[in-house]
């Protein structure tokens, strides 16, 4: 299906859109000693001096005359629109690229999707990563979401943070700086294992397949995460965190979950007992879910135990899906198709400058678009999450239902047959009425 | 191996009466009643003892009065058990013919007859009978002897009846304080089919219900083989509770309601009819019932219990093969109209059992709620004889059943 397949080791690529993306790449690269392909594309070239990623690519000089999007989505769009060449060049050959970006600014949430799109446009996997603002910051807010949504039908998968929930985490008196560090640690550590997911040799390979399958189309209702482990009980540590991982609504999108890939990274002290008992554990944790199982080693990791998630809502459908088209539509010129898919058929299909991206990739899902405006989705959005909770199976109270009368049975075993207690009158179960 | 007819005590702990039933058989197989004696029970619920002491007490009573009665000295009996913990259920064993020219050999049903019983059971269970059904050669049923005949495959059909083994020890321990011996413990419906249904009803198939005072048992019987047998803790103190709740009575009015004007079917002629529930011994003014209601009552209940039994001989049968019909005993098949209710519910001939084949005081004989006790009486007669006629020599496997 991929057609980089015949190279089998296409290189996996980031590309950091905007001043926030950078940052979290950053922390990425400190992370992987073999070092990662990485990028910043960046609207300001102020940015991009101070810019601590190895390759810079400078969007729209020519739309913003070098002084960045300023905060305009619109001139973000523009700019990047500008030096899709540059985009295209880095990404060639890339097996799948990870986009990287904070949403709610002007790079971010303009250049992003527009980078995404033409990421895929050179055959690769797109993998969004994203953050969203906190909500006082309200026109980034819509900004963002705006962009999400553009992203969805740019890229394959998305996955976004908010801000707002990493600061749920906190309390009051939580530096921001710290929290911008948690939240960028958190998204590093997922993109490290997801690098990890789909680069490191596998000793229970993972099939790419398996993972495009299980993403594709799916952004909106996947979820992420990747923990670490060590010492003597590390199986255990690490489905604790990911039971309680913020990406994954402190574990509730486990228990919701139809899916779950799970890639285990250990060193060559990996031992198959841990592997056994952090699936046994999890599977509990996921009662409903069928599990796609990968295993890797990587000697850096000895002594430490890499666990990366992709949960995936049940009964997702996969097709297009009507939506409303985006007030801007001229972003959306170009190839709308999806290569990676690899149906020739769809390369005569294309509708350049088709507000509907979704018509033209039958393999991208978009939810169909609820009448809301951006914070009413939000809130039902966060109202649904909060309904899909984890069971907890021991927890629940037995309630005493002991109304119905047994008489001369009160003290003796109940007789049960196929739900009902056949000591309570039969009149009485089947509601005739004496009167 | 008996050189003398040996005496036969049946004992049934039941849960509104124990009933012990004293008999002989002579060399023929014919059974004859020397005595019963019985007990009014007190600390039985549902079939099992839950207050031991009583049930002890009461069982003494029922021997003292049963030896009085039959002239005998009981050394030892056996003893019928049942509780909702009793379950009967069909399953299939095979074994390969492993010898050279494929001859069927005694072994190889024994073998496929073992491998029958080796279930797994519920934890805590232990086997109360397994009973052959019939036996299959290569898929084929085997009207006769199977041994000698050509084959690769024996498949014996059997019929398990399992049950809680704790459960099944306590009346056992109960018994044997008393310094009698119990010899074999028998399954309470099984040992009814052997007091009421006579040798043609059992080949024309027969569906016998014991409804007793907390349980009720049920045999589905065809020829030598049990179809379908189990248990419903559910009796004649479930329909005078229901009556007690219904009609706001205590228990032992809505007992005496019950045998008084209870019946299985609400007819027209009991709509309006109240009748006045004396002054009882506290002096509680009298007030009147509706005979309708109690009969609902009464009706619906029954009805449920024929409904599950019902449902549960349609698992895996019909109960179209039952052509001699339903036979109801125990004290349950007191209760004016039952047949009528057991008609409409099974759509076969309804007979209200007693107690055939053997000799004795006809009026005994003639109540359906000694036939536990007879029939275990009985069992244990051609337990202690074997079979007349072994089919397959299977002695060790099944037990020797007619």
Known sequence: ?435 | MFSEAPLLVGLEIGTSKICAAVGEENDRGEFTLLGIGQARSRGVRKGEIVDPAKAQEDVRTALANAEEQAGVTIGNLFLGVTGRHVEGFNNVGMHPVASDDRLVTPQDIADAAANAKAITLPAEHTVLHTIRQRVCIDGEEVVDDPVGMVGHKVEAHVHVIHGSAVRIQNPVNLVRALSIEVNHTVFNGLADAQAVLTPEDKENGALVIDIGGGTTEFVFQQGQGIRQSGVFAIGGDHISNDIAIGLKLNLGVAEGLKIKCGSAVVDPSCHGRRIPIGEDDHGIKSREVSVEHLRRIMSVRIQEIFELIAERCSEGCFLDEARAGVFLCGGGAHIPGIDVLAQRVFHLPVTLATCRNITGNSTTLSHPEFSTAIGIARYGGMRLRGRPRPRFNLRDVFPFFR
């Open chain 1, 1 to 435: 299906m991929n057609p980089n397949e015949n190279d089998p080791i296409a290189p996996i690529r980031f590309i950091a859109v905007g001043h926030a993306g950078a940052q979290i790449l950053e922390v990425l690269r400190r992370a992987v000693p073999a070092g990662i392909e990485c990028a910043h594309a960046d609207t300001s070239p102020e940015a991009l001096r101070s810019s601590p990623l190895p390759r810079r690519i400078l969007l729209g000089q020519s739309v913003n005359h070098g002084l960045g999007a300023g905060g305009d989505p619109d001139l973000g769009r523009q700019s990047a629109e500008e030096d899709l060449p540059a985009i295209r060049t880095f990404a060639a050959g890339a097996r799948i690229v990870f986009v990287v970006a904070g949403l709610g600014g002007g790079t971010g949430s303009g250049a992003a999707p527009v980078v995404a799109r033409a990421v895929r446009e050179s055959n690769a996997l797109v993998l969004a990563i994203a953050t969203t603002p906190f909500e006082f910051e309200r026109r980034r807010v819509a900004y963002a979401l705006e962009a999400v949504d553009r992203l969805k039908s740019a890229a394959d998968a998305v996955l976004t943070v908010s801000n707002q929930r990493v600061r749920r985490m906190h309390d009051d008196k939580t530096h921001p700086h710290e929290l911008y560090r948690f939240a960028n640690d958190l998204l590093a550590q997922t993109l490290c294992g997801l690098w990890r997911l789909f680069g490191a040799p596998g000793l229970i390979p993972l099939e790419f397949s398996h993972v495009e399958r299980l993403l594709r189309g799916r952004h909106a209702e996947s979820a992420f995460a990747a923990v670490e482990a060590t010492g003597g009980n590390r199986a255990h540590a690490a489905v604790e965190q990911l039971l309680t991982h913020p990406f994954l609504d402190t574990g509730a999108a486990l228990g919701a979950a139809g899916e779950v890939l799970v890639s285990v990274s250990g060193g060559d002290d990996l031992q198959i007992g841990e592997v056994e008992r952090l699936l046994e554990s999890l599977q509990q944790g996921c009662p409903q879910a069928s599990f796609i199982v990968g295993a890797t080693i990587d000697p850096s990791l000895t002594g430490r135990l890499h666990v990366t998630l992709i949960a995936v809502k049940p009964g997702t459908a996969v097709g297009p899906t009507h939506r409303e088209s985006p007030s801007v539509a001229a972003g959306r010129s170009g190839s709308q198709e999806s290569p990676a898919t690899g149906v020739p058929s769809f390369a005569g299909e294309d509708f350049p400058g088709s507000p509907d991206p979704a018509e033209s990739a039958p393999s991208r899902l978009l939810p169909p678009a609820p009448e809301l405006n951006a914070e009413q989705r939000q809130r039902v959005l966060k109202a649904q999450k909060g309904r899909t909770g984890r069971r907890k199976p021991d927890s629940q109270m037995v309630m005493n239902f002991d109304i119905a009368p047994r008489g001369r049975f009160d003290n003796t075993e109940r007789n049960r047959h196929k739900g009902v207690d056949l000591d309570v009158p039969t009149y009485l179960r089947l509601g005739i009425v004496l009167n």
